[in-house]
């Protein structure tokens, strides 16, 4: 691998956390819209909002590694990302209004709009991946309507499983049925989408993604028979982050599929290296933070 | 409207709303810091309540500020994509330390709020390091940014107009880079005090019974004393910046003075009217801009009649510097007379017009600040990378900018609304006060 590969791979990597991270406040907003705010409140907090930071992360390493392409990819995403700025806008005015108002209860039309706001912002940067891995604007192709649509099935995934740690079979939709259906999705149709689209995207990582949607169903009748205790959300957790992982690898060698590729986007060859090493030395520490972040929600106050 | 006129005015927007929160970002975790550092050395928990207090206020200003700095991080990128190209190749790495310091900013900040209850006192100030570390260290970095952008070295360009022989420490380590950052931060922290010390100028002034109780007191003097030193500082810095900028940017000091010809014994002018390229009715100190530009009455100073007409940035800005320096005076007078008084006029001290006086210098510290970045941008105008790239050129020419450039503003200002709201649900300083008493 060299250092262009790394580069969009790195920039991969924050995406997908940051892709992540909302999901979880979708799985938040998800339990307000359905009264089981009691259970997720203590996850509800506007310091949520400093997950913001791998979305800049993400979207600097873009632009700062692949600057060549930058004017191109402004001109071509500027709507649609600025779908996703007002939603972060409303989110963040959202989110003040619910938690300094009335913590206690919240509006109809507050839990709305937080879930709105929720489902835009990474719906519409995922709007902005699409373009790089298909040329055009998501609507425009099949392939760009089962990536925006495995994209929403995942997210309502990761953010329910994470919401509702126990599959409860009474509901309308358990978590096994609802973690199937977006691994069926990510393992059939979006594949056969790409094959009958004729895209030049590589193969071998598309059928990485088959292969983990295989597994994850496996695991998904594991758990519904009851006969392992692994817990679904840390599957799908691996897969959200897997798939735009997988998805960066497979339109190598193209930043923006058919049209620039990533080595004549490439222009920060003179600190791409120490970018990329700070990078790696950062990491554990978000993780450990993110470790310490998680225990300390869960450790009662002296 | 122009989509070129609309993506300025957007990025012009948004960057003024995110100073905002950049102020109380970079000097409110170092106040914190050094607050519970003494509470915890001197034994006191009343100090430690107090930066539990403002700690709390820093989390909605942070929730804010990362909304918008997210928003200025892409709108560079979506609005400037001409100038982010040629900038990221040159200074990328300066953005990338910026997220990196944000990053740890962001994530101990977490930590921090989560853990007064829970960590020791000495982990938990531990914590407060590494937040103050990433709020000075992102400012540090985007600020070396900006100075590249008004001394631009460590490349040159080819015959496209592409950056070669990028030397990027070079680039970083730009001759503006001292100068600007020390001013900014030094100024930042001026004006975060004054608005802390307009807070409590506030609560003595609803204080109902008499005198305000002794630890209000204290507090009012210990941030009068600390806004008259970075405000002091703040004047220093600005000193060597107005000498930098005779030597390096003659064409930004000859426009905020409204000066027309390259003279010596050249005057300073407070006040006045702009008209076009000049400034009238102004009163004149006869030497003193050349005293503060070279050192001596008779320095020679740059005047706009040496700078090409289309090179020359709006004396407007004469506006902008005479404001930020008179608020910088009175950010110094009114707190050091405030000292005075306390300590040979008791009395005075919390008069109702003192008080007044305080409360108003706390919204003088931010519009002082905004003025300072308001002449650092208007005064490289008509460049955005000085000598290098016309502002003209290096914004996007997409027509959907221009319905961006009117709805943000509106946003911006719920915002701002609701942060205050927050402010006032969460962060009640008088109760800390009369706790501890």
């Known amino acids: ?302 | 409207m122009e989509a070129a006129a609309a993506g300025r005015r957007l990025i012009g927007d948004t960057l003024g709303f995110h100073l905002f929160f950049v102020l109380f970002g970079v000097a409110l975790p170092l106040l914190i810091c050094g607050l519970e550092a003494y509470s915890i050395w001197k034994k006191r928990p009343a100090a430690r309540a107090t930066a539990h207090e403002w700690s709390k206020a820093l989390v909605v200003l942070f929730i804010a500020g990362a909304v918008s700095g997210t928003i200025v991080s892409m709108q560079f990128n979506l609005l400037w994509p001409i100038f982010t190209s040629l900038a990221g190749k040159v200074v990328g790495i300066s953005f990338a330390l910026e997220g990196f310091a944000f990053l740890i900013e962001a994530l101990f900040l977490t930590i921090y709020m989560m853990s007064w209850k829970r960590f020791t006192l000495l982990q938990h100030w531990l914590c407060s390091l590494p937040i103050v570390l990433g709020s000075i260290g992102s400012a540090i970095a985007i600020t070396t940014v900006n100075s590249w952008m008004n001394t631009p070295q460590g490349f040159k360009l080819d015959g496209h107009g592409n950056p070669i022989d990028i030397n990027t420490r070079q680039a970083v380590f730009n001759p503006a880079a001292g100068t600007e950052v020390t001013h900014s931060i030094l100024s930042y922290l001026f004006a975060t005090t004054l608005v802390l010390l307009a807070i409590y100028a506030w609560i003595a002034w609803r204080h109902k019974k008499g005198r305000p109780g002794r630890r209000l007191q204290k507090m009012m003097v210990g941030l009068a004393a600390l806004a008259v030193v970075f405000g002091v500082l703040v004047a220093f810095a600005g000193d060597q910046a107005g000498k930098f900028l005779a030597k390096n940017e003659p064409a930004k000091l000859a426009a905020i003075e409204g000066l027309q010809q390259t003279t010596t014994n050249a005057p300073l002018l407070v006040g006045g009217v702009v008209s076009g390229s000049e400034v009238k009715h102004a009163i004149k100190i006869p030497g003193l801009l050349s005293f503060l530009a070279t050192g001596h009455f008779n320095g020679k100073v740059t005047g706009l009649n040496d700078i090409k007409p289309s090179d020359r940035p709006p004396v407007i800005i004469h506006y902008f510097f005479d404001g930020m320096v008179m608020i910088g005076m009175i950010g110094i007078l009114i707190p050091g007379l405030y000292l005075i008084f306390k300590r040979w006029r008791p009395k005075w001290a919390h008069e109702k017009p003192m008080l007044i006086a305080l409360f108003v210098c706390g919204f003088l510290g931010v519009i002082g600040a905004e003025f300072g970045w308001l002449v650092t941008e208007f005064g490289r105008q008509p460049y955005v990378i000085h000598g290098v790239l016309r502002t003209a050129d290096a914004v996007t020419q997409n027509k959907a900018v221009i319905g961006l450039g009117e709805t943000f503003p509106l946003l911006y200002i719920i915002l701002l609304a609701l942060t205050i709201f927050g402010l006032r649900k969460v962060f009640h300083p008088a109760e800390v006060l009369n706790e501890s008493r």
């Open chain 1, 1 to 302: 691998m060299n250092l262009v590969d790394a580069s969009i791979l790195a920039a991969a990597i924050f995406f997908a956390i940051y892709g992540l991270a909302c999901s979880v406040e979708c799985g938040i907003a998800l339990s307000f819209l359905t009264g089981q705010q009691k259970q997720t409140s203590k996850y509800f907090t506007p310091l949520w909002e400093v997950t913001n930071v791998f979305l800049v992360f993400g979207f600097t390493t873009v632009a700062m590694l692949f600057n060549n392409a930058l004017p191109a990819l402004s001109h071509a995403l500027l709507s649609t990302l600025a779908v996703g700025l007002f939603a972060l806008l409303i989110r963040a005015c959202v989110v003040l209004v619910l938690f300094y108002w009335r913590p206690d209860h919240f509006p109809k039309w507050g839990a709305w709009l937080f879930a709105l706001t929720c489902f835009t912002i990474p719906l519409s940067f995922t709007a902005a991946g699409i373009y790089l891995i298909t040329g055009q604007l998501f609507w425009q192709t099949l392939v760009g309507w089962m990536l925006m649509l495995s994209a929403l099935l995942g997210i309502v995934a990761i953010g329910w499983l994470t919401i509702n740690d126990r599959s409860d079979t009474r509901k309308l939709l358990s978590n096994e049925l609802l973690f199937a259906a977006w691994l069926l999705f990510l393992g059939s149709f979006l594949p056969l989408s790409i094959l009958y689209s004729g895209s030049h995207l590589q193969k071998w990582p598309v059928a990485a993604i088959d292969l983990l949607s295989i597994f994850g169903l496996l695991v998904a009748y594991l758990a519904t028979t009851g006969r392992t205790k692994f817990k679904l959300k840390y599957y799908a957790g691996l897969m959200g982050l897997a798939t735009p992982l997988l998805l960066a690898l497979a339109n190598r060698p193209y930043l923006v599929h058919g049209k620039i590729k990533l080595a004549d986007a490439f222009g920060a060859a003179s600190y791409a290296g120490a970018f990329l090493l700070g990078s790696a030395i950062i990491f554990p520490l978000v993780l450990l933070g993110f470790w310490l972040f998680i225990k300390l929600i869960k450790q009662p106050s002296r």
